[in-house]
């Protein structure tokens, strides 16, 4: 297993009325972030919030090219990002234990916290289609050119790694300094990985190692 440190290279907010982060992603132009009760929209270059979405928004948010999806409590909700109107509700694996999401495959990539599990979905019903089992805390959930990396935050320690999504095995470990969270992640889709501050209300932009 190779194991670096994390470079973070910006921090973003924290952001007015936003007391945790959870979920993050990104829609090619614009972070969006879970801030409880709202679904935000961050532009990375500004570092300024370019609106919001009124949704419950308590952990994982993911995006498929065309349409949101955030975790509320025990559901997973997809959204239309021009118009805000929730289209349609599923079930969350986690049944209100569920932290970091994703997409990709065609499928919902759904962290459950305490269970340290991440489970692939069935985006239409809510089935289980894979379980991966991972030994720490898991938050957020992200793929990237086929690698599946995810969040860790355990007691003060946080970190990235990427794993083998079959076996779960840690292939890389990336350490962030003590004291700082990750809880949701996502990919720029090349050399950078955002991820949410949980209760430090900002946004970090982690280097991806090549």
């Not at 910006?10 to 969006?32: A, L, N, R």
């Not at 957020?140 to 969040?151: C, N």
Request: proline content about 5%.
């Amino acid at each position: 297993m190779k194991q670096s440190k994390a470079e973070i290279i910006k921090e973003y907010g924290p952001f007015p009325e936003v007391d945790s982060i959870g979920g993050v992603t990104y829609d090619g132009q614009q972070i969006w972030f879970a801030g409880g009760g709202k679904l935000n929209a961050l532009d990375p270059v500004s570092g300024n919030t370019l609106g919001s979405i009124d949704v419950a928004a308590h952990a994982g948010t993911a995006f498929d090219g065309q349409h949101l999806y955030q975790i509320a409590e025990s559901h997973i909700q997809k959204i239309d990002p021009k118009t805000g109107k929730v289209l349609a509700t599923i079930p969350a694996p986690g049944n209100g234990g569920d932290s970091g999401m994703a997409w990709a495959e065609g499928s919902l990539w759904v962290g459950h916290y305490l269970e340290r599990k991440i489970y692939q979905i069935d985006p239409r019903s809510g089935k289980i289609l894979r379980t991966i089992e991972s030994n720490r805390f898991v938050t957020g959930v992200t793929w990237v050119d086929g690698e599946l990396w995810h969040g860790t935050w355990e007691n003060d320690e946080s970190e990235l790694r990427r794993i083998d999504p079959h076996t779960g095995e840690v292939q890389e470990q990336l350490d962030l300094p003590s004291g700082i969270g990750v809880s949701g992640l996502e990919s720029n889709g090349r050399d950078q990985f955002f991820c949410g501050g949980g209760n430090s209300g900002k946004v970090r932009v982690v280097r991806r190692p090549k």
